[in-house]
């Protein structure tokens, strides 16, 4: 027994062809702000469109050659709610076919800070060359500002994807397939922060079940996930994008 492993695909060009069709070559992959497939020739135009600006009807029409906004504005909500702070000036990816009117959509990658304080906000997060900054350009926009409202009344009303029940609920299914494996992890694992690598500053902890993986698991659900919905809601209406009408 080596440990728990957590299979991921890479949202490069095999993986966009493979969900939206082609071939590989026929897309461009941005990890980062960088071409890892294809180049990052649009990419970079779609940035230049959005530093310029997109309050404009007609830049707002424009932008949307480059950026599918609805999926933009779910991948912005999904993070905030998560509370992702190691991003967004990297652990991202975004593609595109390499065709006029192609739009980018945007992945989740490499996001293990989140679901941490159920306080935290990410909604300021502006980071040139990254999603962030076409989001902040694009609140400029009131057109775009009632479609973010709708994703969110989607998303955080009405047994969404995000109201408490339904992302608890995930969730459970999840830590349920891992519960056993949890116990020969922490023996695989438990003293490797306490005795192999004591990185950064103790206390270093001999991790187990009972300690750590279930008190964390009772902090979810009775605090995160409760509480997480209304924070973030209420995060939106402080910056003036949900009305105070649910």
Same mark, same amino acid.
């Given at each position: 027994?080596?440990?728990?492993?957590?299979?991921?695909?890479?949202?490069?060009?095999? %993986?966009?062809?493979?969900?939206?069709?082609?071939?590989?070559?026929?897309?461009?992959?941005?990890?980062?702000?960088? $071409?890892?497939?294809?180049?990052?020739?649009?990419? /970079?135009? $779609?940035?230049?469109?959005?530093?310029?600006?997109?309050?404009?009807?007609?830049?707002?029409? $424009?932008?949307?050659?480059?950026?599918?906004?609805?999926?933009?504005?779910?991948?912005?909500?999904?993070?905030?709610?998560?509370?992702?702070?190691?991003?967004?000036? #990297?652990?991202?990816?975004?593609?595109?076919?390499?065709?006029?009117?192609?739009?980018?959509?945007? %992945?989740?990658?490499?996001?293990?800070?989140?679901?941490?304080?159920?306080?935290?906000?990410?909604?300021?997060? /502006?980071?040139?060359?990254?999603?962030?900054?076409?989001?902040?350009?694009?609140?400029? /926009?009131?057109?775009?500002?009632?479609?973010?409202?709708?994703?969110?009344?989607? #998303?955080?009303?009405?047994?969404?994807?995000?109201?408490?029940?339904?992302?608890?609920?995930?969730?459970?299914?999840?830590?349920?397939?891992?519960?056993?494996?949890?116990? $020969?992890?922490?023996?695989?694992?438990?003293?490797?922060?306490?005795?192999? #690598?004591?990185?950064?500053?103790?206390?270093?902890?001999?991790?187990?079940? /009972?300690?750590?993986?279930?008190?964390?698991?009772?902090?979810?659900?009775?605090?995160?996930?409760?509480?997480?919905?209304?924070?973030?809601?209420?995060?939106?209406?402080?910056?003036?994008?949900?009305?105070?009408?649910?």
């Amino acid at each position: 027994y080596w440990g728990l492993y957590n299979p991921t695909e890479r949202p490069s060009a095999p %993986f966009l062809a493979s969900r939206f069709g082609g071939e590989p070559e026929d897309y461009d992959a941005i990890k980062g702000g960088s $071409a890892v497939d294809g180049d990052a020739t649009a990419w /970079n135009t $779609a940035m230049s469109m959005a530093n310029a600006g997109l309050s404009t009807a007609s830049a707002y029409a $424009a932008i949307q050659q480059y950026v599918d906004v609805i999926n933009l504005a779910d991948y912005m909500i999904l993070n905030h709610y998560g509370g992702n702070w190691d991003w967004d000036h #990297h652990n991202w990816y975004a593609g595109r076919k390499r065709e006029a009117g192609a739009q980018f959509r945007f %992945f989740c990658w490499d996001s293990e800070h989140i679901l941490e304080s159920v306080n935290q906000n990410e909604l300021s997060q /502006n980071s040139n060359g990254n999603p962030s900054r076409i989001f902040t350009r694009l609140l400029s /926009n009131s057109e775009f500002v009632v479609l973010l409202g709708d994703r969110l009344h989607r #998303h955080l009303f009405n047994d969404g994807a995000l109201t408490p029940t339904e992302a608890h609920g995930r969730w459970t299914g999840l830590r349920t397939q891992i519960e056993t494996a949890v116990v $020969a992890e922490s023996a695989r694992w438990g003293d490797y922060r306490r005795d192999v #690598h004591s990185w950064q500053v103790g206390p270093y902890h001999l991790y187990t079940k /009972n300690v750590h993986w279930l008190t964390e698991q009772t902090r979810l659900s009775t605090s995160y996930f409760p509480q997480r919905t209304g924070v973030i809601v209420q995060q939106y209406r402080n910056a003036g994008l949900y009305p105070t009408v649910d």
